[in-house]
């Protein structure tokens, strides 16, 4: 019996523990961390009974293996140890460790651990050699002694030990040669004396668990997994695996940081219907003619329509009810409205008319006195169509499909020209390059600084518009007979051609939107707007509630649950979510939605066209 004692395994548990109640032996645990079966003893007792009362037990043991641990469920032991350590379990972590066998990390950065959150440095120089005996390169030492003298200089100086941290500086910070940069701006907070000023001169946040928590995770950067697990692993990797699948989803219209927190893990992420801009919560009428463009102001506070009927209203859109009401109409326009821009600042409004002899100049507007600013008109004959601002707001590109091409001011001066380029469509992107799409079914960028310009994208179809992502890398191209194309500008490749809407040669404008612009939206010659995911072929929505062609909708750049479109049908329709804009999805599931219908692919099943 003597040679069966200290190896139990307690059945009631289910947890190996050693004779006299410690852990297995430093033999066994290593064993278990390479993932080998150790053999442990069992053992039953049986009662026997006697005559005089007493019982006597009989114990018999029974040789089991334990359970070997694949290299993957030791990882995920290591992980799940680190996180519950992070969470202040420290009990069921030692539990964990001893059940399993597998060690969190190696002693040797164990202790290093201890050592730096106990402030102990001198033990914790000694630890560091040890750990680095398992970095590769041989000035990562260096750089990871620095760190810590650097910590230990910060603490002596918030401790007001001048003379240690002198003494550090002098005799261990300066003689390493590395980070002199650093090494001078750590001298001069020996002039500091408050806290928070030492904290601020060092970008430090000061003595104290944070501060030494971080330095381990600096230091983690110089080290192997299998010797020290990054910080918070576990964390990243569910925030991966929730990132990938928000990536897959195609109804997402949350934004990341405000689902973070209220989402579960017990169920794969899918978005319902109640967070996508599909109930027409609001359909104005005010115009009288056709309307033929809209466009929300960069901050998402005014919502500019243009009209067949010569007008221009401007609407108050609120934010947190998500209802708009009509601020003023700019009335003096002699022909149609058929495009607006917005400067960045959104001060002002930029206004064109129809390709027709009578629409020759362009209009900036001041939104707040509702005033035209100044008016620009090019040469004799010219067809002002469209327009844009750079990124500034102090200059404005305009053309139309006469043959010239113009840069003006504020004050409707002109500036530049190119000749014999007859635009459909314009676009100023960030770095100072125009675009514009021509009746060559091309668009060509145009640097009016030195007058030069390049083919950057060739299509077989007329052009009827297009509009650039925020960033300037994509360009929505609305193609006549040939529905939508997604182009990456810098990389001049076609990325997707987007299926299911109708349109001829008439002028219809889509847009990017919702959160991080990852759909896109048009009007159609089928009356109804259509939604696609980006990166989806076939729409995911289609919005009915026009009786007549719609030409433009555009999404609220500040709100992603609210989408405004403009029909022939003399109406401006506004698409929000069936909840509130604060709340969070849920695992509800949407219900009928008269405003929409599913789309062919399936992607809105649960939808209903009522």
Same mark, same amino acid.
């Given at each position: 019996?003597?040679?069966?004692?200290?190896?139990?395994?307690?059945?009631?548990?289910?947890?190996?523990?050693?004779?006299?109640?410690?852990?297995?032996?430093? /033999?066994?645990?290593?064993?278990?961390?390479?993932?080998?079966?150790?053999?442990?003893?069992?053992?039953?007792?049986?009662?026997?009974?006697?005559?005089?009362?007493?019982?006597?037990?009989?114990?018999?043991?029974?040789?089991?293996?334990?359970?070997?641990?694949? $290299?993957?469920?030791?990882?995920?032991?290591?992980?799940?140890?680190?996180?519950?350590?992070?969470?202040?379990?420290?009990?069921?972590?030692?539990?964990?460790?001893?059940?399993?066998?597998?060690?969190?990390?190696?002693?040797?950065?164990?202790?290093?651990?201890?050592?730096?959150?106990?402030?102990?440095?001198?033990?914790?120089?000694?630890?560091?050699?040890?750990?680095?005996?398992?970095?590769?390169?041989?000035?990562?030492? /260096?750089?990871?002694?620095?760190?810590?003298?650097?910590?230990?200089?910060?603490?002596?100086?918030?401790?007001?030990?001048?003379?240690?941290?002198?003494?550090?500086?002098?005799?261990?910070?300066?003689?390493?040669? #590395?980070?002199?940069?650093?090494?001078?701006?750590?001298?001069?907070?020996?002039?500091?004396?408050?806290?928070?000023?030492?904290?601020?001169?060092?970008?430090?946040?000061?003595?104290?668990?944070?501060?030494?928590?971080?330095?381990?995770?600096?230091?983690?950067?110089?080290?192997?997994?299998?010797?020290?697990?990054?910080?918070?692993?576990?964390?990243?990797?569910?925030?991966?695996?929730?990132?990938?699948?928000?990536?897959?989803? $195609?109804?997402?219209?949350?934004?990341?940081?405000?689902?973070?927190?209220?989402?579960?893990?017990?169920?794969?992420?899918?978005? %319902?219907?109640?967070?996508?801009?599909?109930?027409?919560?609001?359909?104005?009428?005010?115009?009288?003619?056709?309307?033929?463009?809209?466009?929300?102001?960069?901050?998402?506070?005014?919502?500019?329509?243009?009209?067949?009927?010569?007008?221009?209203?401007?609407?108050?859109?609120?934010?947190?009810?998500?209802?708009?009401?009509?601020?003023?109409?700019?009335?003096?326009?002699?022909?149609?409205?058929? #495009?607006?821009?917005?400067?960045?600042?959104?001060?002002?409004?930029?206004?064109? %008319?129809?390709?027709?002899?009578?629409?020759?100049?362009?209009?900036?507007?001041?939104?707040?006195? %509702?005033?035209?600013?100044?008016?620009?008109?090019?040469?004799?004959?010219?067809?002002?169509?469209?327009?844009?601002?750079?990124?500034?707001?102090?200059?404005?590109?305009?053309?139309?499909?006469?043959?010239?091409?113009?840069?003006?001011?504020?004050?409707?001066?002109?500036?530049?020209?190119?000749?014999?380029?007859?635009?459909?469509?314009?676009?100023?992107?960030?770095?100072?390059?125009?675009?514009?799409?021509?009746?060559?079914?091309?668009?060509?960028?145009?640097?009016?600084?030195?007058?030069?310009?390049?083919?950057?994208?060739?299509?077989?179809?007329?052009?009827?518009?297009?509009?650039?992502?925020?960033?300037?890398?994509?360009?929505?191209?609305?193609?006549?007979?040939?529905?939508?194309?997604?182009?990456?500008?810098?990389?001049?490749?076609?990325?997707?051609?987007?299926?299911?809407?109708?349109?001829?040669?008439?002028?219809?404008?889509?847009?990017?939107? %919702?959160?991080?612009?990852?759909?896109?939206?048009?009007?159609?010659?089928?009356?109804?707007?259509?939604?696609?995911?980006?990166?989806?072929?076939?729409?995911?929505?289609?919005?009915?509630?026009?009786?007549?062609?719609?030409?433009?909708?555009?999404?609220?750049?500040?709100?992603?649950?609210?989408?405004?479109?403009?029909?022939?049908?003399?109406?401006?329709?506004?698409?929000?979510?069936?909840?509130? $804009?604060?709340?969070?999805?849920?695992?509800?599931?949407?219900?009928?939605?008269?405003?929409?219908?599913?789309?062919?692919?399936?992607?809105?099943?649960?939808?209903?066209?009522?």
């Amino acid at each position: 019996m003597d040679d069966l004692k200290g190896d139990v395994l307690d059945q009631g548990s289910s947890s190996i523990v050693g004779g006299g109640g410690g852990g297995l032996t430093a /033999k066994q645990k290593a064993s278990f961390a390479r993932g080998d079966g150790v053999g442990v003893h069992d053992r039953e007792e049986v009662s026997n009974g006697s005559s005089n009362g007493h019982s006597t037990t009989a114990v018999r043991h029974k040789k089991v293996e334990a359970r070997v641990y694949s $290299p993957f469920d030791q990882e995920v032991i290591r992980l799940a140890a680190q996180h519950l350590q992070s969470l202040g379990l420290s009990k069921t972590v030692e539990t964990l460790i001893a059940e399993s066998g597998c060690q969190m990390e190696q002693q040797s950065a164990a202790k290093f651990r201890e050592n730096v959150m106990r402030g102990s440095w001198d033990e914790a120089e000694k630890s560091l050699k040890e750990l680095a005996t398992h970095t590769n390169v041989p000035n990562e030492l /260096k750089k990871m002694q620095f760190l810590l003298r650097e910590q230990r200089y910060l603490e002596y100086l918030q401790d007001g030990k001048t003379l240690e941290a002198l003494t550090v500086l002098r005799q261990e910070l300066t003689p390493l040669d #590395y980070g002199s940069s650093r090494v001078h701006q750590l001298s001069r907070c020996l002039m500091i004396s408050g806290k928070k000023e030492l904290c601020q001169m060092a970008k430090w946040t000061g003595k104290g668990a944070e501060s030494r928590q971080l330095l381990i995770d600096k230091m983690q950067a110089f080290l192997p997994p299998s010797v020290m697990l990054p910080p918070r692993r576990m964390r990243t990797l569910l925030d991966q695996a929730m990132e990938s699948q928000i990536h897959r989803c $195609p109804l997402h219209n949350v934004p990341s940081a405000a689902l973070r927190d209220n989402v579960s893990l017990l169920v794969d992420h899918t978005c %319902g219907n109640d967070f996508f801009p599909t109930e027409n919560s609001q359909t104005l009428s005010d115009h009288t003619d056709e309307v033929w463009f809209c466009r929300f102001s960069p901050d998402g506070k005014k919502l500019a329509t243009g009209s067949k009927d010569y007008s221009i209203i401007i609407w108050d859109v609120d934010l947190d009810t998500r209802e708009i009401k009509m601020d003023k109409s700019l009335e003096s326009h002699p022909y149609g409205v058929q #495009y607006l821009a917005w400067s960045p600042d959104g001060k002002y409004l930029a206004s064109c %008319g129809p390709p027709d002899e009578t629409a020759d100049e362009v209009w900036i507007w001041d939104v707040e006195m %509702g005033e035209v600013k100044s008016k620009f008109s090019g040469s004799d004959g010219d067809c002002l169509t469209t327009c844009a601002w750079d990124k500034d707001g102090k200059q404005l590109v305009t053309g139309g499909i006469r043959g010239q091409f113009y840069l003006c001011d504020l004050d409707g001066q002109r500036l530049s020209e190119f000749e014999g380029v007859r635009v459909q469509c314009l676009a100023f992107l960030g770095d100072g390059r125009v675009l514009a799409a021509d009746t060559h079914h091309r668009i060509k960028s145009y640097d009016f600084s030195d007058l030069t310009d390049g083919s950057l994208i060739q299509e077989t179809y007329p052009i009827m518009s297009f509009t650039c992502d925020r960033a300037g890398r994509y360009a929505l191209i609305n193609m006549a007979s040939q529905g939508i194309h997604l182009w990456d500008i810098e990389d001049k490749v076609l990325v997707r051609k987007f299926q299911g809407l109708e349109q001829g040669y008439y002028t219809i404008h889509s847009c990017f939107g %919702g959160v991080d612009e990852k759909f896109i939206a048009s009007g159609s010659e089928d009356y109804k707007v259509h939604i696609w995911s980006i990166n989806q072929e076939k729409p995911v929505f289609r919005l009915v509630g026009h009786t007549k062609t719609v030409n433009c909708v555009h999404w609220n750049p500040a709100c992603p649950g609210m989408l405004a479109s403009v029909s022939d049908d003399c109406t401006v329709k506004i698409w929000t979510t069936k909840d509130s $804009p604060d709340e969070l999805p849920s695992s509800r599931r949407s219900s009928c939605h008269p405003q929409w219908e599913p789309s062919s692919n399936g992607s809105s099943s649960n939808g209903y066209h009522c």
